[in-house]
């Protein structure tokens, strides 16, 4: 060689040292994968152990029995339960599918005025948490209070209330209105991943509108369209706050319900509520078994390809107006009536319906209230803190998860993707309730503490961060890690400085995301915490179990206001990452 | 230099069946050349290179580069890739999106075992960014640089570390052709100039055959020849790689007799008795494949003044016209054979023409069923 660039300085390799880099990749991949599986099959086989005990009391252990499944399924409550539920998740999956639908089409294939704004809007009802979402509809259709109903009767002059929250309808009204942004963006992207050039060259071959819709963009479109309508369908039977809220005190009982209750019971019947939970537990999981199916046969259709085409536009002609106006109603539905509605009421010294006179008696008293509540400050760091803790740890955890599942060919890896992705089919509820049955049962000092919490939170939302780190993990060549290592770099050097920077917009975008549902968390949260450990949601259950309306409604307006802003950092840094949408 | 002694590499596909990538591979690279693992897609070179790199675990085998063995199957001694200090330039480029010029061409001098001063650092990768011609763009996004300059920068990668042994893979593949022909001297020069000892991988064999010292022509996981550029072209061994590397005419015949001259046989075929060459050694009555490249199927209008050897007047069946040079599609008897030619050879279609093979160039092989056996 040359004198330029001589013989390399570089020790020639030995095997001792490969052999450390290699240990030290293994340990963090065995710590990673240890975690998954503690976190994702533990909590599940207790629950079905428990589901076969009589409850423990002071007196009595707890005994093997099928008695709660006996009890459970012969009970003609339980018919009824199983009726209630699924009327109710699929009134609230074809309504909100209805609605959204509706929506994206509208949005993405019309000439709609303002919808550049409106799919710019789309992530703001996040903000807005369920229980809070629920509260305003309270304040705003109750039949003794709602505002909507009093200003109706007041305008016809109508003796009794126009509509009643409480009953199953007025449920599902507000849980679809909520799932509804959701149903919106997954149809969007349905939507945008057809290519338009097959639906025209089904026109050049002389279909008319109604045949190509028919023979070829419903088809095309059929695995979307199930996969949302399942996706909502499993979301509003999982959903908690509604039901407890707006069922409970008329006696309209759904599973998530009737856990809650059978768990607050004394003596606290955990068998029967485990039992309820393992069927609830059994319709997510067919559920979420036939989305992937779904998802995975998706790829058939792989020449939606989603890339470089605008489709052509719809012109609406006038009824573009009307479009327009529709979009406006609905915002002002899931966004605005909401918000104006606890902001009204956070001003009042009690609960008022807006008048003249309760204008001049407006106040801010139940801010005042709020902040010297005596447990705000620790619930605010309660939840910032697990929050961020939840999803610091399971955007680092995930990522090594998928990177074992997308690059590299080890055995088995597809089943730690899919027990990743488990907790997928846990309710929040039903999550707590197995949580709570083993720290209960297996006392390693974490029942009480803010780390049951942790657990909860990490488990339950550890598929998203998956899933939002599979995305990126995808698209990183297998060539850039290979260049690396042939660069000298290890195993550890290579994920810190190739891929982690890589993955970098799905970690962030993940991360945020994962922020913004963790800090609004209810149903496991609601059977695991304990005094001390609250968190701004359960503040706000507790301020509503004990009526303080006006109080609530001014830490909801703060809460949601926090939100709001953690939701545009999030969209900035969307943004600024090239990331579209989530 | 490098040594790879019986190489078998497999892998099991998506399907979960193993997939016999490399067979049997046996190379030897001297010090400072240019070898080439030339073939088609699937025929197993870039498995090749990947187990020299390390990037992919071989079954059983010996690869050693300097006498350092890098893996042995019976020892069980496998160093990996990052240990190796070789230099490797991908097909797809690799260069990190999130990093500069500079901070690309850096990153094996930051995380090797040996360590260097920021001043070193600075000095050996403006060294190799004014030896590819980067050194003014050391502060541009790496994702704002075009094809050429990516490749340039990744080969600015794989020699900052001044590795022992550079493997390239497929590098030019990605680069549109007028700027792969430049990037082809481009690399001749620096490797020349560099002398360090290459492994190259591509299925383009005119690139095989401008760029190397030595070429090895890989089917169906095994190597079918090894030898020097002309060697491969004017004396394949077998059909495959006459059919590969080039184009050719194909013409089954069977030996009639050897003749005095050492190497040069009379062969019996449908286009009449031919005078041809073999490397290895054949006897009569054996069945042989003779290969004819178009451009030694020599055409003029005049009788040439030897009619007895290798001659015929054959008749203009179609004609190209390609610029700078022309194809005829000749017919003898009812035989067709492609010649190419000087455009100045203008014989109208239909008109008689006088075909001439000088017979060192009819190169005369085994029959296509020992096809796959490596040599």
């Not at chain 1, 069922?247 to 759904?254: A, C, E």
């Not at chain 1, 609530?552 to 939701?567: D, N, Q, R």
């Not at chain 2, 591979?25 to 020299?52: N, Q």
């Not at chain 2, 040996?114 to 650092?121: H, L, P, Y």
């Amino acid at each position: 060689m040359t004198p330029d660039l001589p013989i390399p300085s570089r020790p020639s390799a030995g095997a001792s040292d490969a052999g450390f880099s290699i240990n030290w990749k293994w340990l963090v991949i065995g710590v990673c994968v240890a975690f998954t599986l503690y976190i994702a099959v533990i909590p599940l086989g207790f629950l079905l152990w428990q589901s076969f005990f009589t409850p423990q009391t002071a007196t009595k252990a707890a005994v093997f029995t099928f008695g709660n499944y006996i009890t459970a399924y012969t009970d003609s409550d339980t018919a009824r339960l199983f009726g209630n539920s699924l009327r109710y998740a699929a009134g609230v999956s074809a309504f909100s599918f209805t609605v959204g639908t509706g929506l994206a089409w509208m949005n993405e294939r019309t000439n709609t005025p303002f919808k550049n704004l409106f799919y710019a809007l789309s992530l703001i009802p996040l903000v807005i948490p369920g229980i809070l979402f629920t509260v305003s509809w309270i304040l705003l259709g109750s039949p003794k209070i709602g505002i909507v109903n009093l200003v109706l009767m007041n305008w016809f002059n109508l003796s009794g209330p126009v509509f009643d929250i409480y009953s199953m309808w007025g449920m599902i009204w507000v849980d679809g209105l909520h799932y509804s942004p959701m149903a919106f963006l997954l149809m969007t992207a349905a939507f945008r991943a057809m290519d338009p050039s097959l639906e025209e060259s089904a026109t050049m071959s002389g279909a008319n509108v109604f045949q190509v819709i028919w023979h070829i963009t419903l088809k095309l479109a059929w695995p979307a369209i199930f996969a949302t309508f399942l996706i909502l369908f499993v979301r509003a039977i999982e959903s908690f706050e509604v039901p407890a809220l707006l069922g409970l005190p008329v006696g309209i009982h759904v599973f998530t319900s009737a856990i809650y209750q059978a768990v607050h019971r004394y003596p606290s019947q955990v068998g029967l509520a485990s039992t309820y939970a393992i069927t609830l537990l059994l319709i997510t999981t067919a559920g979420i078994y036939f989305i992937s199916r779904l998802s995975s046969s998706g790829s058939k259709y792989s020449t939606m390809t989603g890339k470089g085409f605008r489709p052509r536009q719809i012109d609406l002609g006038r009824w573009r107006w009307f479009a327009a106006a529709v979009f406006f109603v609905y915002f002002s539905l899931i966004v605005m009536l909401p918000f104006l509605v606890l902001l009204w009421s956070s001003l009042q010294k009690f609960y008022a319906v807006p008048s003249m006179q309760a204008l001049q008696n407006l106040t801010l008293d139940p801010y005042r209230f709020i902040l010297n509540y005596p447990n705000l400050g620790r619930s605010v760091w309660n939840s910032l803190f697990l929050s961020f803790s939840t999803a610091t740890v399971i955007m680092l955890i995930t990522s090594v998860i998928c990177w074992i599942v997308v690059k590299t060919k080890l055995p088995g890896r597809w089943l730690l993707d899919n027990l990743a992705s488990l907790p997928m089919v846990f309710p929040g509820l039903v999550l707590g309730l197995a949580l709570m049955i083993f720290y209960l049962n297996v006392d390693i000092g974490v029942y009480g503490t803010m780390w049951i919490l942790f657990i909860a939170y990490v488990t339950r939302f550890m598929p998203y961060g998956l899933r939002f780190n599979t995305t990126s993990m995808l698209q990183i060549h297998k060539e850039l890690e290979e260049s690396a290592a042939m660069s000298g770099a290890s195993w550890g050097t290579t994920f810190r400085r190739i891929i982690l920077p890589l993955l970098k917009p799905g970690l962030v975008a993940g991360w945020i995301y994962i922020m913004i549902v963790s800090i609004r968390e209810l149903s496991s949260s609601i059977l695991l915490y304990s005094p001390g450990t609250e968190v701004i949601s359960i503040i706000i259950w507790e301020l509503w179990e004990n009526g303080q309306y006006v109080e609530l409604s001014a830490l909801g307006v703060m809460f949601i206001l926090m939100l709001f802003v953690l939701v545009m950092i999030a969209q900035h840094v969307g943004k600024k990452f090239g990331i579209k949408e989530h | 230099m490098l040594k790879v002694e019986a190489l078998f590499t497999e892998y099991t596909n998506e399907l979960g069946q193993p997939v016999k990538a490399a067979q049997d591979i046996h190379i030897d690279v001297p010090e400072g050349h240019f070898f080439t693992l030339l073939g088609p897609s699937g025929c197993g070179k870039t498995t090749t290179l990947r187990s020299i790199a390390g990037l992919e675990r071989p079954k059983s085998g010996q690869i050693s580069v300097s006498d350092v063995v890098v893996f042995s199957g019976s020892r069980g001694l496998f160093v990996p890739p990052n240990r190796r200090g070789f230099g490797m330039v991908f097909q797809s480029y690799a260069i990190w999106p999130h990093m500069d010029v500079f901070s690309n061409t850096a990153f094996p001098l930051q995380v090797g075992r040996v360590k260097f001063s920021r001043a070193e650092i600075d000095a050996k990768v403006m060294k190799v960014l004014a030896a590819v011609q980067l050194d003014h763009l050391r502060d541009r996004e790496a994702t704002k640089l075009s094809g050429g300059q990516q490749q340039r920068l990744a080969l600015a990668r794989a020699l900052v570390m001044e590795p022992k042994l550079l493997l390239l893979d497929e590098p030019l593949s990605n680069l549109d052709a007028k700027l792969r022909e430049l990037m082809r001297f481009e690399l001749k020069r620096l490797q020349r100039e560099l002398k360090i000892t290459t492994v190259y991988v591509t299925h383009d064999q005119s690139e095989a055959l401008a760029l190397s010292h030595q070429v090895a022509v890989m089917n169906l996981g095994r190597i079918q020849q090894i030898g020097s550029p002309r060697d491969i072209y004017e004396r394949p061994q077998n059909q495959f790689v006459a059919d590969f590397v080039g184009s050719t005419n194909f013409v089954d015949g069977r030996v009639l007799a050897v003749e005095a001259e050492q190497g040069f046989y009379r062969i019996d075929t449908e286009i009449g008795a031919l005078r041809a060459y073999s490397v290895e050694p054949v006897r009569a009555g054996d069945k042989v494949v003779l290969s004819i490249r178009p451009e030694d199927v020599d055409l003029s209008d005049a009788q040439p003044a030897d009619t007895r050897v290798n001659a015929w007047h054959a008749m203009v069946d179609q004609k190209v016209f390609l610029g700078e040079a022309m194809d005829f599609q000749i017919k003898v008897g009812e035989r067709t054979l492609l010649s190419r030619t000087h455009p100045s050879v203008r014989t109208p279609i239909g008109q008689r023409v006088w075909a001439r093979i000088e017979p060192a160039k009819v190169v005369a092989m085994p029959a296509s069923a020992e096809l796959q056996k490596s040599p």
